[in-house]
């Protein structure tokens, strides 16, 4: 089987990520026959209203990967700004290389070949620490987030204990 | 004579503008409902028609799919629409295995997801919690950890600790490395959710003394 750029660094990013595995993170390929396609999980940040969750998520990468970045999508309920009710994750660091034609965002801080998938997983795990209300992706969390937090984190504390099934 | 002579188109007369009055009555009610209807969604009736019969034909299509799960939508549609969206000509069909398959050319109308979905977004702002909790099960169902969570408690973190070490190594093999990584994401998901038991244990145990003390205040 003869892999391709986008596949043969693939590998190499889930053999560093099964080697040194960051804290709170468990990433790879649902099957090795598609190494464009990963589930991850990713604890919640202590500290924070996610503390003690565990959320699963889908990478689907490009053909083109690393060139362009993948798309991140939790599967299960993640109620936060930043995150589409779709569970679509919107941060710079998934943002196509370039500068942002809105002046939001820097080029370096959108992805770029350097970036990988540990750094995207640990910028998501940053990112549920600390929404980013700029550019919401759930209005209603925003919303929620700016204005009544400590109902939004019982929100998300309710929802991290569905998930485990309490 | 004379006057049984004017009495008699008088009569008519009247006969005449009671009946067209309440023909008024009636038929202004009628008309004006009935414009009302396609009126109030734009003026556009054919529309609201083509709509009205395809809410019609997924009534159909789900009536028949509850109760013959394994046809699919695409069969039950062709037939629906071959035999006039008769829904119990097409039941008997489908009981007398008479069904035919539909040709490749057919293209089904695609199931109505997207004014469905876009209904459930709007009003998932309301029940956004309850929609999303039943569209994903727990982590304990995905995964299907069930009987692993069951198995003793102490003998499994024991297991988790020592075997931890070793699943953080890469294994050449394939099916290993498969394994490998089920496994750590099992041991995740377990170890999680028994740190939210006892979490949760902790905090009923919490109140329940301040609820004790709080008897005093």
């Not at chain 1, 202590?46 to 490009?62: H, R, W």
């Not at chain 2, 008769?86 to 109308?109: D, V």
Request: aromatic share 6%.
């Amino acid at each position: 089987m003869s892999l391709n750029v986008a596949q043969r660094r693939l590998l190499q990013e889930y053999r560093s990520l099964t080697n040194n595995p960051p804290e709170g993170i468990t990433a790879g390929p649902i099957s090795e026959d598609d190494l464009l396609h990963w589930e991850c999980l990713i604890q919640g940040p202590e500290g924070t209203p996610f503390e003690g969750g565990v959320f699963p998520a889908e990478l689907k990468f490009p053909n083109d990967y690393p060139h362009m970045p993948p798309s991140m999508k939790f599967l299960g309920d993640v109620f936060h700004p930043n995150v589409y009710p779709s569970g679509l994750v919107c941060i710079s660091i998934l943002h196509p290389p370039g500068d942002d034609p809105n002046h939001y965002e820097t080029a370096s801080e959108r992805w770029s070949p350097i970036q990988s998938v540990e750094k995207i997983l640990l910028s998501v795990m940053s990112m549920l620490a600390e929404p980013n209300d700029e550019s919401p992706a759930n209005v209603e969390a925003a919303k929620m987030w700016r204005e009544r937090r400590s109902e939004y984190e019982t929100r998300v504390k309710v929802s991290v204990r569905a998930s485990l099934g309490l | 004579m004379a006057e049984e002579e004017i009495n008699l188109p008088s009569l008519v007369i009247v006969l005449l503008i009671t009946g067209l009055a309440v023909r008024y009555f009636f038929f202004s009610g009628n008309a004006s409902s009935a414009n009302r209807q396609p009126g109030g969604t734009g003026g556009a009736s054919p529309e609201e028609l083509q709509r009205r019969r395809e809410r019609e034909r997924e009534a159909a299509v789900e009536t028949i799919q509850q109760m013959f799960p394994q046809v699919d939508r695409r069969t039950i549609l062709w037939d629906l629409q071959r035999h006039g969206g008769n829904l119990q000509a097409t039941t008997e069909r489908i009981l007398a295995g008479r069904t035919e398959t539909p040709p490749i050319t057919f293209q089904p109308p695609p199931p109505p997801t997207s004014p469905e979905t876009t209904a459930t977004q709007q009003s998932a702002a309301a029940a956004n919690k309850y929609a999303e909790k039943k569209a994903h099960p727990d982590l304990i169902t995905r995964y299907n950890l069930k009987d692993k969570l069951a198995s003793a408690p102490s003998d499994d973190a024991g297991a988790a600790t020592a075997g931890a070490p070793k699943t953080g190594g890469w294994s050449s093999n394939r099916e290993e490395r498969q394994s490998l990584l089920q496994k750590r994401r099992d041991q995740m998901i377990i170890e999680a959710r028994r740190k939210m038991e006892a979490k949760i244990a902790a905090e009923k145990a919490a109140a329940a003394a301040s609820g004790a003390a709080g008897g005093n205040n």
